[in-house]
């Protein structure tokens, strides 16, 4: 049972282009969630991240959107760049007594940046 | 600087020979997570530990044991018993339970293949 899901295993956007990777969830107990961004042979590196109380949040080239009524959030660049070409990863955790300690992943969607 | 490190890097494995992944971090993080990376699918959560002296099972733990001594360490022993033991594996710290909402912080990974 896929509880975060990304649809989409690859996305090709122009350089200086805006790159959007979507994520959907079943869950309605995820209350936190994350995009990571990852590179071959390496560990995935935290990029943003949005709390269930926001509907966006914003660090520099990256704003991450919710929308809770429809289970969905998006990640956009903007500006597209080379080095943004990796695999991103949603990721989602429920709140618990614990803090957000269980993350659930999605599958991962290629970005590739085309010069 | 401050990190998470995972020793070795690429790693092989006799058939029913018992192997152990070494991470350690010197972030001062409460919480430590082992995942498993698979080709073409997100990262699953084997084990975590909250604190020194305490681990929970993740969503994947058997055929895996894991220790916390130290709150530096946090070793994943894949043993025997687990039946496909090829995969990416992944360690990653956070502050834990004494902050909410915070990211966790991925090693580099450990690539184990069964000779």
């Known amino acids: 049972d896929q509880q975060v899901k990304q649809n989409s295993p690859s996305l090709s956007v122009q350089e200086g282009r805006i790159s959007i990777l979507n994520c959907d969830y079943t869950n309605s107990m995820f209350d936190y969630f994350l995009w990571y961004k990852k590179y071959p042979a390496e560990g995935p590196t935290f990029l943003i991240s949005i709390s269930s109380i926001k509907d966006k949040n914003e660090d520099g080239r990256f704003t991450v959107f919710l929308n809770k009524s429809a289970k969905h959030l998006s990640l956009h660049i903007v500006p597209s760049q080379p080095g943004d070409s990796a695999v991103y990863f949603c990721a989602a955790s429920p709140i618990s007594n614990f803090g957000n300690e269980k993350l659930t992943f999605g599958t991962g969607t290629r970005l590739t940046i085309i010069p | 600087d401050g990190g998470i490190t995972q020793s070795p890097k690429y790693l092989f494995r006799k058939e029913g020979q018992n192997v152990t992944l070494s991470c350690e971090q010197n972030l001062n993080h409460d919480a430590m997570y082992w995942y498993r990376q698979d080709p073409g699918q997100g990262l699953r959560l084997i084990y975590y530990?909250?604190?020194?002296?305490?681990?929970q099972k993740g969503d994947i733990a058997e055929g895996y044991s894991v220790s916390r001594e130290k709150k530096e360490s946090f070793p994943l022993t894949v043993t025997s018993a687990q039946k496909n033991p090829t995969a990416f594996y992944l360690c990653?710290?956070?502050?834990?339970?004494?902050?909410?909402?915070?990211?966790?912080?991925f090693g580099d990974g450990t690539r184990l293949s069964i000779l």
């Open positions: 530990s909250q604190i020194v002296n305490d681990f």
């Open positions: 990653a710290s956070s502050m834990g339970r004494s902050r909410s909402n915070q990211p966790q912080h």
